[in-house]
């Protein structure tokens, strides 16, 4: 059963059976839940449709979040030109911000992995759609993949980042998306899992402290820089180059870091960047009904 296996068992399933990752993720899922395959890629599609549209409709644009500590992030990076970055990665990082910022604006998102991270994943899909151009079908199965990533590292640490820190929301989100790269452009799942394990490795014991427990700073800009690292760790990946940690035990580790962070550094609103001398100062702005854009 799938929340039994590790990511290893589930390639040599795929590689003894001669069958597509994704084909191998479906059946798995129907033996742990009973859910019908041909039903559960149809679902998917679904949210990959509604995250299309939710990027499409927010990009760039200026959003009123809940206590004003962002929402102009994605309109003023969309305006800006790239001196070094790529279009591919221009595009996702602001569709990233557009979506973190309707999620801090309490409009409508896919949880995916977790509401905090959304905007990593939706960056992701909607560059590979607008920018490369990819199919739907290639993108749907590598929304299948990299839901599988996403599961296991939930059913081994947490996809809560008041359980394991931000590494598990957005060292989560960053390798899905890392994941999902690789498995659209090569169907390769081991070359994907190099991927996701660069990824966790790069962000693991990432703290959740946001200034106020809102999920606006430094959350929203975190989901632009992890569609970064997601690029960098799948492009190593594709040329070839491995993690030495393979996925599976990277998780297990991320699992102890996880367990070994302070209180304060679990969403609390403690430590961390929550508890330097702006935020204080932002918080008695808060409390006061003054509020300045960031």
């Known amino acids: ?17 001669n069958q597509p990752f994704h084909e191998v993720v479906l059946v798995e899922q129907m033996l742990e839940d009973g859910s019908d395959p041909l039903e559960m890629k149809s679902k ?21 979040t809940l206590v004003g500590l962002c929402g102009n992030n994605a309109y003023l990076l969309s305006l800006y030109e790239p001196k070094v970055m790529s279009e591919f990665m221009h595009t996702a990082m602001v569709a990233a911000l557009s979506v973190a910022e309707a999620n801090a604006s309490m409009k409508k998102i896919v949880a995916c992995p ?12 909607y560059a590979l759609a607008k920018v490369m151009r990819i199919d739907e079908d290639r993108l749907v199965n590598g929304l299948i993949v990299a839901g599988i990533f996403g599961d296991i590292i939930a059913k081994t640490v947490s996809i809560s980042g008041s359980v394991a820190g931000c590494q598990a929301e957005i060292g989560t989100a960053a ?35 946001p ?36 996925f ?43 509020v300045e854009e960031n």
Not at 180 to 203: F, G, N
Not at 248 to 253: I, K, N, Q, W
Not at 272 to 282: E, L, R
């Open 1 to 17: 059963m799938i929340e039994k296996m590790k990511f290893l068992q589930l390639l040599n399933v795929a590689q003894k059976a």
């Open 44 to 64: 998917v599609r679904s949210l990959l449709h509604t995250m299309l549209e939710v990027a499409e409709y927010n990009y760039g644009k200026v959003q009123k």
């Open 114 to 125: 977790t509401a905090g991270s959304c905007g990593v994943m939706h960056g992701m899909i």
């Open 175 to 209: 390798a899905m998306a890392s994941a999902m790269i690789v498995y659209v452009l090569t169907q390769d799942a081991e070359k994907s899992s190099h991927a996701a394990a660069l990824c966790l490795k790069s962000l693991m014991g990432l703290v959740c402290d």
């Open 211 to 246: 200034i106020g427990g809102y999920v606006e700073v430094p959350c929203v800009k975190r989901n632009a820089v992890a569609v970064a690292v997601a690029i960098a760790s799948a492009e190593m990946a594709l040329s070839g180059i491995k993690s030495v940690i393979p």
């Open 248 to 290: 599976d035990e990277v998780v297990e580790a991320m699992a102890k870091v996880g367990k070994s962070l302070p209180e304060e550094l679990r969403e609390t609103g403690h430590g961390g960047i929550a508890g330097t001398k702006t935020a204080c100062s932002i918080l008695q702005s808060l409390r006061s009904g003054v």
